[in-house]
């Protein structure tokens, strides 16, 4: 049956039960779903695209439920934003990543880890703190560990972002701007902002192979990234014309399940040891 029909009315159909159904058990679910433990980090390497290294990972969360399987972060994350829950959630994977990387480390893979940060977690007064407390727990050297913050939350208040950005460089960790593209800002600008790297967004790598219009588009945004100096990173890249398209236009580094894709910490762990054997 179909949800809308040409009038004004919509049908309640078996599939939004189902939904909503789901929906309320994941809220209900989400409470105890870190006291249970139910969370887990999958990492996906990036690439430096002129030496082919993998010089990070970006860390993302997946939900372990026990009835609905591995749930995505699109689902639950906006509903751990409006129930503040990301706060809790986003420590423990600050907290989990940086132990992770360090662990890397010790075994001789000196990689950056990326971990994205909600706007929520972002406009806590303490974020800093929290951060500089799981640097110094783990005996991370700040200088690996790469925020995430999207643009659009980069441009909803300006002054007091830039403000915290940079009470957060000071912590010698750096910034990345992500979902490069889908905000609407010209790169210069971000030219105020604390940031040494973007990440362009997959929709705009996407059509890079088929469309001119999209190819030349990339092509602006990366001159003008190198220009305002950042080290620039193409998302989704999932074919080798796309990587070959990207390294002609002088993209920095490269993530895309063409490399890989995310993978749980022990998963990871060998990705990284083939990597450098080889
Ligand atoms: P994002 O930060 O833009 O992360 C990139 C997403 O693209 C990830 O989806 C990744 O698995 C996916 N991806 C990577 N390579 C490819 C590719 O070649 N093709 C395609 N089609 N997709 C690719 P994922 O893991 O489902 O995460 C979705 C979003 O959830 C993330 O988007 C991020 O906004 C959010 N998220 C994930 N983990 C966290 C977290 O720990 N904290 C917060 N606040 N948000 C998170
Ligand atoms: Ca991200
Ligand atoms: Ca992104
Ligand atoms: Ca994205």
Not at 41 to 64: H, M, S
Not at 255 to 276: A, N
Request: proline share 4%.
């Amino acid at each position: 049956s179909k949800a809308r029909g040409s009038g004004n009315y919509t049908f309640f159909t078996p599939e939004m039960a189902n939904a909503l159904v789901r929906q309320s058990r994941i809220e209900a679910n989400l409470r105890n779903a870190i006291n249970q433990g139910q969370f887990i980090l999958y990492y996906q390497p990036l690439f430096d695209i002129k030496t082919g290294k993998v010089i990070k990972a970006e860390a993302l969360i997946r939900w372990n439920h026990p009835e609905l399987g591995l749930v995505s972060p699109n689902e639950f994350i906006p509903l751990a934003e409006d129930t503040k829950l990301i706060i809790p959630i986003g420590k423990w994977v600050l907290r989990t990543a940086i132990k992770e990387a360090k662990k890397w480390h010790i075994n001789g893979y000196p990689i950056k880890i990326s971990i994205n940060i909600s706007s929520i977690q972002f406009q806590q007064n303490n974020c800093a703190q929290i951060i500089q407390e799981f640097l110094d727990e783990a005996k991370l050297d700040p200088q690996y560990l790469e925020l995430e913050i999207t643009e659009r939350v980069a441009l909803a208040n300006p002054d007091s972002i830039i403000r915290k950005l940079n009470k957060l460089r000071s912590l010698g960790v750096q910034i990345a701007i992500d979902d490069f593209g889908t905000g609407y800002s010209s790169l210069s600008y971000l030219k105020k902002y604390p940031v040494q790297s973007v990440k362009i967004d997959r929709s705009f790598i996407q059509d890079i192979t088929t469309s001119t219009c999209d190819r030349n588009m990339l092509e602006a945004m990366l001159i003008m990234a190198k220009n305002l100096d950042y080290s620039t990173v193409a998302e989704g890249v999932e074919t080798s014309e796309q990587l070959s398209l990207l390294t002609q236009m002088g993209c920095d580094v490269a993530q895309g399940y063409l490399f890989s894709k995310p993978l749980p910490d022990d998963h990871f762990f060998d990705f990284l040891r083939r990597m450098l054997e080889k």
